[in-house]
């Protein structure tokens, strides 16, 4: 019996605002907050299930080729206490107000950099938002 934790594979969008400030959404029974996104449906390409969970959480579109690209970034899951979580993540830019929605409680804006505020995700705030910070800063 192996002792490796399940991988969770799942899409994430980084949104930022016009202050240069992050997107990120606390779900119904959670503490921490995380990146948009979640699990691709079968058959679904990470894009496809991106644009699917963006609308179906938030209520936003956005345009797949202007999709930044961040890479793959794996910690311990939140929501799934024993598991660990691999995203695929990207920057995008949303046309719409992301309004909470289906199993999202809240939404809230974060600096890039810490201090964020809130209580982030390890994913999040050791992984995506780096990355994006480091993009950014050179963009």
Do not use: C, Y
């Amino acid at each position: 019996m192996s002792n490796a934790a399940a991988t969770i594979q799942i899409v994430a969008a980084v949104i930022l605002d016009d202050r240069g400030r992050a997107l990120v959404v606390r779900k119904h029974g959670a503490d921490r907050f995380i990146q948009p996104g979640g699990k691709p449906e079968a058959g679904e390409a990470p894009l496809q299930a991106l644009a699917r969970e963006l609308d179906e959480e938030l209520g936003v579109q956005f345009d797949a080729a202007s999709a930044v690209a961040l890479g793959r970034f794996e910690d311990w899951a939140v929501n799934e206490p024993g598991h660990r979580v691999q995203a695929q993540a990207w920057w995008v830019q949303v046309a719409g107000i992301p309004t909470a929605r289906a199993e999202i409680a809240e939404l809230a804006w974060v600096p890039l950099r810490p201090p964020h505020g809130l209580r982030l995700a390890p994913l999040s705030e050791h992984h995506i938002l780096p990355a994006v910070a480091a993009l950014a800063t050179v963009r």
